[in-house]
C-alpha cells in the first residue's frame, strides 16, 4: 500500500499569494497522482489529474507538478474563493489512498 | 451535468448495518464505475472499493473485505454500499465519487452521507 504524507494540514493565506502543498509518496508512482479540492457541505472537485494536467473548467491559477514519489499543488495568485480542503490522491496501484489533507485558510 | 446525490445520514448502533444509496444523473450510468470511500472525524481519506455500473465486478480494501457489499441498481442509475457489523470506529462521512473516462479513480463526487455508529 502507498502512502501519502500531505503537508502542510493547515495553512493560511492573504489575497495575492502563492500558496504550495506538497504530497510525499511512499514508493514511485509515476505520474499517477490527482488533485481535489472541497469546500464545506459540498461535494469534492477534481483539480488536477495525472500530476500535472488541469482538469477542464478548473481556473489556470492552479497548477500541479512533480512526478515519482514528489508532488505539489500550486495555487497563483490566491483568491477568496480558494478557501478550501485540499486533499492529494494516488491511482498508481489499488488500494487508492490518500493524502491526510490540507486546510487552507484564506485571511 | 454529472450530479451524484447520496442518502441521507443515518445513526445505527454498533451490530447494525446500513446502505447508503447514490443516485447519478447526467450521463450513462453503466458507462463508468463507481468508488466508495469514507472519512471518519479528523481523519484522512480512505478508499473502501470499486464497482463497475457496466457488469457489478467489484473490487474491495482488503480490511473490509467481508462486511461491504457494494452494487447497482441499473434501472434507477444508482449504486449501494452496505456495511454490516458496524462498529464505532465506522463513524464516517460515506461518499460516492463516478470515475473519470477510461480511469478507475474518483472525477465527479456526491456530497456524502455521514454515518454515526453509537449505542
Known amino acids: 500500500e502507498t502512502t501519502l504524507t500531505q503537508s502542510p494540514a493547515f495553512m493560511s493565506a492573504t489575497p495575492g499569494d502563492k500558496v504550495n502543498i506538497s504530497c510525499k509518496a511512499s514508493?514511485?508512482?509515476?505520474?499517477?497522482m490527482n488533485w481535489y479540492q472541497q469546500k464545506p457541505g459540498e461535494a469534492a472537485i477534481f483539480i488536477i489529474q495525472?500530476?500535472?494536467t488541469l482538469v477542464p473548467g478548473i481556473p489556470p491559477r492552479f497548477s500541479g507538478s512533480g512526478y515519482g514519489t514528489d508532488f505539489t499543488l500550486t495555487i497563483n495568485n490566491i483568491e477568496s474563493e480558494d478557501a478550501a480542503y485540499y486533499f492529494c490522491?494516488?491511482?498508481?496501484?489499488?488500494?487508492?489512498?490518500f493524502g491526510q489533507g490540507t486546510k487552507l485558510e484564506i485571511k | 451535468q454529472v450530479q451524484l446525490v447520496q442518502s441521507g445520514a443515518e445513526v445505527k448502533k454498533p451490530g447494525a448495518s446500513v446502505k447508503v444509496s447514490c443516485k447519478a444523473s447526467?450521463?450513462?450510468?453503466?458507462?463508468?464505475?463507481i468508488s466508495w470511500v469514507r472519512q471518519a472525524p479528523g481523519q484522512g481519506l480512505e478508499w473502501m472499493g470499486w464497482?463497475?455500473?457496466?457488469?457489478?465486478?467489484?473490487n474491495y480494501a482488503q480490511k473490509l473485505q467481508g462486511r461491504v457489499t457494494m452494487t447497482t441498481d441499473t434501472s434507477t442509475s444508482t449504486a449501494y454500499m452496505e456495511l454490516r457489523s458496524l462498529r464505532s470506529d465506522d463513524t464516517a462521512v460515506y461518499y460516492c465519487?463516478?470515475?473519470?473516462?477510461?480511469?478507475?479513480?474518483?472525477?465527479?463526487w456526491g456530497q456524502g452521507t455521514l454515518v454515526t455508529v453509537s449505542s
Open positions: 447526467g450521463y450513462t450510468f453503466t458507462s463508468y464505475g
Open positions: 495525472e500530476a500535472t
Open positions: 490522491l494516488q491511482h498508481d496501484n489499488f488500494p487508492l489512498t
Open positions: 464497482i463497475s455500473a457496466y457488469n457489478g465486478n467489484t
Open positions: 514508493q514511485d508512482i509515476d505520474d499517477d
Open positions: 465519487a463516478r470515475d473519470g473516462s477510461g480511469s478507475y479513480y474518483p472525477s465527479y
